[in-house]
């Protein structure tokens, strides 16, 4: 299994505060990924990471922020919680050369409520 | 842009018989990914195969078997003698090939419940 860690597992929050999770990698991957999980929508991508400090958006980044400062890790922020950020989180990791891809490795998710 | 679509959203069998999930995708590239990932009722996403556009031979592992057709744009999967254990929903995923920095961002179907009754 892929070394892939996600803090904290379960939150309940209130509407407008901000909120943080963590991915956290042993594997030493170059890529790292936040999804988040909606019944009927599959895993849809929010914003990932192609390197230290090298972000980008993925499909569904409004509201979200990342930041990578290590390798190993990689951090989801909801600068200001919403009813809609309700789902389940996932990070995922993969370590691809140019013009190939590679699997990606899931985290065991983060269920996140908003009140 | 990128789609997958799952259209069976749950199927329901009894243990020992054969099932088919099937996945239906698009994209412009010529050059892609498809993947199927497996969720069991404990939450994670499990990896179960990687097939790239320029390889169509169909695929067998175990009681697990996929069907890439190009011509159909296509790859659905097969489980056969199904077990309980087989219960989860099971994603289909697809990624374009990428250049620079992009990284390789999947598009997943809406999944497919399969629930094994005993």
């Known amino acids: 299994d892929a070394g892939i860690t996600q803090s904290p597992r379960h939150k309940v929050t209130e509407t407008g505060t901000p909120v943080t999770l963590r991915c956290h990698q042993t594997e030493n991957h170059r890529y790292m990924y936040w999804y988040r999980q909606d019944p009927g929508h599959g895993l849809r991508l929010i914003h990932y990471s192609y390197g230290v400090k090298d972000t980008d958006k993925g499909e569904v980044s409004d509201g979200y922020s990342v930041s990578r400062s290590k390798t190993e890790d990689f951090l989801l922020t909801l600068e200001s919680a919403t009813s809609s950020q309700t789902s389940v989180y996932f990070c995922?990791?993969?370590?691809?050369?140019?013009?190939?891809?590679?699997?990606?490795?899931f985290g065991p998710g983060t269920r996140l409520t908003v009140l | 842009a990128q789609k997958v679509t799952q259209a069976q959203t749950e199927i329901s069998v009894v243990e020992k018989e054969d099932v088919t999930l099937d996945c239906v995708y698009e994209t412009r590239d010529t050059t892609y990914y498809l993947f199927w990932y497996k969720q069991p009722p404990s939450g994670e996403l499990v990896f179960l195969i990687r097939?790239?556009?320029?390889?169509?031979q169909n695929e067998i592992s175990g009681r697990y078997s996929w069907n890439f057709q190009k011509s159909t744009s296509s790859f659905n999967f097969t489980i056969t003698a199904s077990q309980v254990v087989d219960s989860a929903v099971y994603f289909c995923a697809l990624s374009e090939a990428f250049v620079n920095n992009a990284g390789n961002m999947l598009t997943f179907g809406g999944g497919t419940r399969l629930m094994v009754k005993p």
């Open positions: 995922a990791i993969s370590d691809q050369g140019q013009g190939i891809t590679d699997t990606q490795y």
């Open positions: 097939r790239n556009s320029f390889d169509e």
